[in-house]
């Protein structure tokens, strides 16, 4: 891609996502934590009603008479786009691959959180931390990160999202939203190789202390808010009848042939697709961790809208 292309790509995502972009979507993305902490804003006395906890001791001490401390709650979020580039987003049945879709999505997040006031930060991650650009904020920034997920060319093709998950929580010091990006693909969350038509969990993804990827979504959950978006293309849960077919596995290069004609393979591809999404489903319940899957081929905007105004009726209630 020449960079008057790259130029026209960014361009292009940024007239589709402002369009996105309103007012609910700005609110509906919050959803949980209204502000990341409280800044001391002054001392006064003590008034009939207030809280006692916030007696300022050494000073009602001092002065003979009680005063309490009042805070002042800081808005500021940092929002944190964790985004799968591993080989596997790249394939795409319909007119995009899952990573176009996944930079679409994250570029909306980004831009909704950019008119807040936000800052944003990105992750891209195979099996290994490919890039990581710490939270800040502006146009120019959130520009940037469209330009990294649309261009950056990742080192390696497999996928491990417990690595990924440790290193935020290393290197964020704060609470914040994490998005969480991907397809869910060879992890041993009931991960199986969509291109095998045959039960199994994929590769099994552990970071560097031994946690899987549901033991660390777990933990990051009680450190930050995370947001699982499940990207699926339908090709990966069906077969097309379309006769001798060589399906190759993206990450591991492993190749498989199978006759689509035949109505017991097809059946026995999407049987274990169904248990393989199943499976991964009651995992993420047991986390705790809010999750929306998307489908490729469907406007994600309505549903991601519907998903966080539900998310935060629920918080609220």
């Known amino acids: 891609m020449t960079v008057t292309e790259l130029l026209e790509s960014v361009r292009r995502v940024e007239v589709r996502t402002n369009r996105l972009v309103n007012d609910t979507m700005v609110g509906a993305y919050l959803s949980h934590f209204k502000g990341r902490g ?78 807040n006031g936000d800052k944003v930060a990105l992750l891209l991650f195979t099996d290994q931390v490919e890039l990581f650009v710490p939270p800040r904020k ?15 060319k990742p080192g390696r093709r497999g996928t491990n999202i417990s690595s990924a998950l440790g290193f935020l929580n290393h290197v964020l010091h704060r609470r914040a939203i994490v998005f969480l990006l991907t397809d869910f693909l060879h992890t041993d969350a009931g991960g199986a190789s969509v291109s095998a038509a045959r039960p199994g969990p994929g590769p099994a993804s552990r970071n560097s202390t031994g946690r899987d990827v549901i033991q660390e979504l777990g933990l990051t959950n009680t450190r930050h808010d995370v947001v699982c978006l499940h990207l699926h293309d339908p090709r990966e849960s069906t077969l097309p009848d379309a006769g001798l077919l060589t399906v190759e596995d993206a990450e591991t ?43 490729t081929t469907e406007p994600f905007a309505p549903v991601l809208q519907r998903f966080f105004e539900i998310r935060r009726g629920r918080r609220r209630g």
């Open 38 to 115: 409280m800044d001391f804003e002054e001392l006064r006395e003590y008034i009939p009603g207030d809280d006692v906890r916030d007696i300022d001791w050494n000073v009602t001490h001092r002065l003979g008479r009680v005063f309490v401390k009042r805070f002042r709650e800081e808005r500021e979020l940092t929002a944190v786009l964790a985004v799968d580039v591993s080989a596997s987003s790249s394939f795409g049945s319909a007119s995009r691959t899952k990573r176009e879709f996944a930079s679409e999505i994250a570029a909306t997040l980004a831009m909704s959180a950019a008119r």
């Open 253 to 295: 290069g492993e190749l498989l042939e199978l006759d689509s004609t035949r109505a017991a393979v097809r059946e026995r591809f999407a049987g274990v697709n169904a248990e393989r999404l199943a499976e991964l489903d009651r995992a993420l319940i047991r986390t705790g961790v809010d999750t929306l899957r998307l489908n």
């Open 138 to 152: 502006g146009r120019r920034h959130i520009l940037r990160l469209v330009r990294e997920m649309l261009m950056f």
